[in-house]
């Protein structure tokens, strides 16, 4: 049962705080539960791809990325050795099974119980850190991109009897706040992209549940389309968070227990209050699974099942993937460097001042052209640094509160890519392209970051990349030029167009653009008929485009107050400020969890009843019952 | 500027957390400051109504009841002297000045500065604490019932050059955390219900700034259908809780601003961190108010834009309204006892079990028959009593977790009153009465208590009183009768009638029978088409009505083990987990504020950074500056 085996892991003794935690030496292939990728992985196993680009690449040897305690890149600053690392590749995974057998793959965990993030902690019975939620999104991207033909995927254990136990409680209770919810966000994230990869890719989810389910193991199978359990008399799923732990399920269970399975909301109540979970038939008539399948017909009902749920996809037969190479990263205390991603990080400000380049080259002609370009495309090459750069200084740089974005190109190069992928959208590859950067973004929308966009000449705020100025919470354009440094220089513009007024959903399911005038109809109309040619700032700030146009006399002076200003005001009201001003006009299941959810759950993380030293999360597994304070509030 | 004047305001030094501060003796009629009800009040000024029905009413002298520490009625117990007393009336009020002239009533906010409801602080430019709050909805409830010829309500300041300051300050940052959740969750409903009257009862509200208005101040206004604010190159809008304080508007400020107001994300954003406010023409642009009107003509455009809001009202120019005659109410350290509310708390089990009784009588037999009734009309007693009761048990007796209800009497007179008002949905009183149910049971679905229904037979959970069972995050059925007690008791019946079909809608926006069954439309169907007739706990079980039909055998240790298992649970973890399960499906401003915007609030309450000895909240007026962790969570 869930709940033995979770006492039974959380017995395991005192840990580390994982922020304080020292230093576990990376030993890849290591132990003898490491997974490795297993034969038929397709042909982007991407450590036979080509190299990485231009720069440095913080690579290990054998083409691993650096964990972040033995990355041998970058400047030795003084938290190198805490950073986590997001870079990931399936040679490398010490906690899944990835095999690929035709239109079906096969994610087996097989969580290495030593393989811990940090120490302090056994991730038994396929409990996980985010160190095997790094790898489980890893593997999910590259289902898409290396794996066209895979129509059905298959999340099931490679342990017996227990499919996951879910995140670790030791971990959980010993980390401090920021790192529960990051951790949280992060899972949220992945679990978003198996919902994605299914609604818009065509890669159908089975949760194989071929044993015991626990919180956020079931959590997991409840991002799946479909959820079988084997019917033995032992097996459950569970959300024992509450009764356990005093805290809530962390990714998504609740609302997607009512929201998307339709769990009559009194017999969920009752079941997440249940710690000791819900098997067979009654699992499935409560909709908690859609069937209990005993174990003597188990593999066959799952390759049935799995069989059945791809026919109805659109993946093309033939498609070849394209290898996602190991990303090229200069890492330093005070810079990270990709090909078209750059931060510069300022302590003393609190600011990242980031920075995306444009193309250098025209697109190539076609869809062809896509794909031999594969990871070097440059619309995939920037959203795989965005995406990465986003995670690393949201995980590994919590003082930095602000983030400034800048482009730099040619506004057209950026268009013409734009254009290249919209007109082939029905291209598999130039779709996963596009729904890659609608992800990332979605990433920035839930950053718990102020951000800032400076439109300045030589920018290249179009498109594509003129979301990352929608999506942020205030923009400063330039009227005119510098005077005194490039008084010749062309005006900033922007430039509205395809890639803003449909294919790149927020989580509410607007544009960044539609979400912007929510409730304006006429401002939207406006904007949208002036989309395709570029605007200058006196243009862009009629239209409602941008926040604020100063000219060369105040823009120092306006910027340096919003940044500053920014800095002196309380984090927290921040967060919650953005985190209600970024949402507006309808809410979906997505936003219910990062909204909603999530707000609740970091209350309740940061209440003694949970976190204090007498509290349910602290106490659990040491044989004392926690202590609360009954009040409710 | 509101920032001066909130800075004056909060230097008045310190003071006691309200929750230990010494009893304020009450002093009705007391000072110059205090208003009173004006002349043309309409039919129903209270203390003229008929007095309270049978019960042992806890009013003091004067027809006034009770203030917490003052109250002659009710036992002595050890914390009589600390309760909130929510019932008020318009002859007692010290806050507000209400006139009705013909179609048009003005409340005019003129806050007595030495009037809070606790010790510690000064309510000085209108600012205002729970005390000022419990006279507003009051006033709201009464301009509904008691004056159904009002269309226009005029909400203004009888204070110079201020409307309101908004929330006391050093009111909140003395305040324990519940204090302040319990304060912005009851202001929050009372906006929602100024909304509401204005949707569903004719009345519109025109925010009249006749000065500045900020934080809460603001927010008040935003609850309002228009907003006109002097032009007078000082009178400004802001929100300076973040800047200043570093929390957020607590009274739905952030989503009314994008949702219903449709200020840009950006603008909104700049707005929330300028503590100093937007006025003028700028307010205008921005859509932070409706119009900016200068001085010398501000009293004639108000009475205009009054005049023009009221005339598109559906309102009976000559119907009389019915006196909210004072509720009768004995209120115990065990026991809270109305006429048809009753409820007997257990400390030791931590529960309030709570019994509505039905009607004594059959209904009379038209509309006419209503009014006559007035507040002595069963439905209409019972929902007040209900309101006061939910509203004494949320604040003053936090640590009784759960809420168990019984219900006593003839389900066939319920739903009598039931049709009666249905079928006379057209007449404003029925009209009035259904929405106020509606409000009372919303009040319900926000509070964070977990929520039992106990049917058994002699119970009358049928039509209006079945919601409160669909209300509950659980129900248990008896199936059969208890055979010691009384073997031959009818079984208890629960049945469906048109108030669980749409009247009473709950903020999401579904009916509780829709929420029930959300995403699942067949088992919708099955439950309605079994709607008219008394269903047996078997039957009720199978339609999904109930969640658990035990028999006598096993009722006993099922809801014990139930009630018991509640009470060791952390109270957070349930509060989280009930405010996301009750509300499945759809979202809508409201279930925006009461479980998005709520949640970081009250995360944010309750983090260092605002409520910690170094937090801005704490600090502020101090001189000193706030000392924040600059962590991004």
Redesign the interface.
Known sequence: MAIEELSARAAAGPGDEPETAAARPTTPGGGPGTPAAGPGSGPGTPAAGPGGGPGTPAAGPGGMPAQPDAGPGGEPGPSAARRVEFRAEPACYRHWRLTVAGPAATLAMDVDEHGGLRDGYELKMNSYDLGVDIELYDAVQRLRFEHPQVRTVVLTSAKDKIFSAGANIRMLAAAP??WK??FCKFTNETRGAIEDASANSGQAYLAALNGTASGGGYELALACDHIMLVDDRSSVVSLP???L????PGTGG??RV??KR?V???????F??RAEGVGGTRAVRWRLVDEAVPRPGWDQAVAERAAGLGSASGRPAGARGIALTPLAKQRGDDHIGYRYAAADLDRDA?TATITIAGPEQDPPPGPAGVAEAGAEFWTLAMTRELDDLILDLRTNE????TWVFKTAGDPGRVLAYDRLLLENSGDWLANEIVHYLKRTLKRLDVT??SLIALIEPGSCFAGSLLELALA????YMLSGTFEDADPDAEPATVTLAGMNLGPLPMGNGLTRLQ??????DA?LAAARAAAGGPLEAAEAERL?LV?FAPDDIDWDDEVRIAVE???S??????????????F????TME??IF???T??????F??P??SGPD??LRRFGTGQR?H??????
Not at 245 to 248: A, H, I, T
Not at 599 to 604: F, K, R, S, T
């Open positions: 706040h920021a919810v990051n968070e509450l009764p732990l005093g805290v809530l609740l609302t009512v929201d339709h009559r909301r009194d017999l969920a109540d009752y997440a209050t609190g919590l003082e930095l509160g718990s970051r942020a919470d205030r923009s979400t912007r005038f929510y409730g304006d401002g409602g926040t200003e920014r800095a005001f309380s984090p927290d009201a921040l967060t919650g400020l953005e985190a209600n001003y970024r507006a006009g309808p809410e936003t219910k909204g909603r959810l707000a609740w759950q970091n209350w309740i940061n209440r009843n949970a509290g349910a926690a609360f304070d009954r009040k409710r509030v």
